[in-house]
């Protein structure tokens, strides 16, 4: 595994030398920063928390899906420093050179772990079914590889309707490596009625009541040695998660109609669209049911949040809607309607888009507005609807922090050259177009950005 290292700010040379020393004897090959290959690992070691090192870790990982640890050259630096503002960066940890006598030993089991992670994200069992490359996307993956692979705590999965919960939820069974591993059991709790619930969930024997002609196994046997995922698990009343806490807790249950205890080992994934911590307040949610399911909680973000992967996954729709017009283009007012829309329900509403456009669609030319079904079609100008709540939350936030006009304009202007390069694949004179500059002015802006991070003291 190939890992960069870096400094940032005024560091003492003789300090300098003992790490490099330290990390090229632990570490091999250890690469300078700038002839490491994209997406490479690294290990960047700084004298102080300020502005400065938070711009440069940004500009380190938002648009690359590498690590950074970030490492204080002593225990001093951290002391009265904000580390969180270091996370936030994009650092996938931060700790301090002389926290311990391991400290490079510590860094080589991270990256060992990190890489194993982000093998598995960038598989194809992955990637082809939870489709996204945003930096908030790969959070997310991460975070399922993770608990998937590593643990095998129940996992409560919160987020909006369509946003692709349950295809979560699958991909945690898929990359769980259980010995003997069986079955993913989906039981959604929208549907179960209470009168039937006993035997949904336990089964029953052949006579426990009223129509019951044959014996039945329910979710909690069907589920034994796989994995069992309650789908709107906050729909469940409050009876039947007294009744469900004691097969979570114990993993023991009863059919109805018998006295015979029946055990079962399954891992739980439960999944809601609702805010239990709210519902429990209100007692409409056991918190010790909620204890019991939510070992570990994953927040699925809404599409909205993650605006990056809206053409990645117009692309991938349109691969399994039409998989021989795959390679379909996109004019560039289509591209600008998709973008600006509103996905009320998240991802399951642009896939449901994009079946209608691909039905209009005709002839090997690219989708054309003509395409877009009459009744999606905007009825005011969009561009001027850019500037909405979630924008102005990040001007809030950005004040709140205490940065100025100059330093909101500057990190605006550079985070458009940024994610318009990467759309156009790194090509100068069409990102300069699309910003409405010249080719020299943007680079000349770029160079400006080097020279600043430069005189920073990296």
């Known amino acids: 595994m190939k890992v960069w290292f870096d400094f940032f700010g005024p560091i003492d040379p003789q300090l300098r030398g003992k790490i490099t020393q330290r990390l090229r004897a632990i570490h091999s090959p250890l690469l300078a920063r700038d002839g490491a290959p994209p997406d490479t690992p690294g290990i960047l070691l700084f004298s102080e928390v300020s502005p400065e090192l938070i711009d440069h870790l940004r500009q380190l990982t938002i648009s690359s899906v590498s690590r950074v640890a970030a490492v204080a050259c002593s225990n001093s630096v951290l002391a009265n420093a904000d580390v969180w503002q270091l996370l936030q960066a994009g650092a996938s940890d931060v700790f301090a050179w002389n926290h311990s006598k391991t400290t490079g030993d510590e860094i080589l089991a991270r990256f060992s772990r990190w890489q ?225 829309r509103e996905y009320r329900a998240n991802v399951r509403d642009l896939k449901q888009l994009v079946s209608r456009i691909m039905q209009r669609h005709v002839g090997p030319g690219p989708i054309t507005v003509g395409d877009i079904p009459e009744e999606e079609r905007p009825t005011q100008n969009l561009s001027a609807t850019w500037r909405d709540v979630v924008f102005e939350s990040r001007i809030r936030a950005a004040l709140a922090q205490g940065l100025h006009l100059k330093d909101i304009g500057r990190a605006a202007k550079e985070t458009a050259e940024r994610i318009v390069l990467a759309e156009e694949d790194g090509n100068l004179k069409r990102a300069a177009q699309k910003l409405g500059i010249s080719d020299r002015a943007l680079q000349m802006r770029r160079a400006a950005r080097r020279v600043r991070v430069a005189a920073s003291g990296h």
């Open 116 to 340: 194993i992670v982000d093998n598995i994200v960038r598989s194809p069992v992955v990637r082809n079914s939870l489709v996204g490359q945003s930096q908030v996307w790969i959070s997310i993956l991460r975070q399922v590889v993770e608990v998937a692979r590593f643990t095998d705590a129940p996992i409560l999965i919160l987020g909006e309707s369509g946003s692709g919960k349950e295809l979560i939820a699958r991909m945690i069974h898929a990359l769980d490596e259980r010995d003997g591993k069986r079955e993913l059991v989906v039981l959604d709790c929208t549907t179960v009625v209470p009168e039937l619930s006993g035997s949904e969930f336990f089964g029953h024997e052949r006579g426990a009541f009223t129509g019951a002609v044959t014996a039945r196994d329910g979710a909690f046997a069907l589920a034994d040695r796989g994995t069992l995922f309650l789908d709107e698990v906050g729909e469940l009343p409050l009876r039947l998660q007294a009744e469900l806490l004691r097969v979570v807790q114990e993993q023991t249950y009863k059919r109805v109609g018998s006295n015979v205890w029946q055990q079962t080992r399954f891992r739980l994934v439960c999944a809601t669209n609702r805010d239990l911590l709210e519902a429990q307040s209100k007692g409409r949610f056991r918190a010790d049911f909620y204890s019991r399911i939510a070992g570990w909680t994953l927040r699925v973000p809404p599409l909205r949040e993650r605006p990056e992967d809206i053409l990645p996954l117009v692309r991938h729709f349109i691969e399994k809607i039409a998989p021989i017009r795959k390679a379909v283009d996109i004019d560039e007012p289509v591209r600008a309607f998709l973008l600006d």
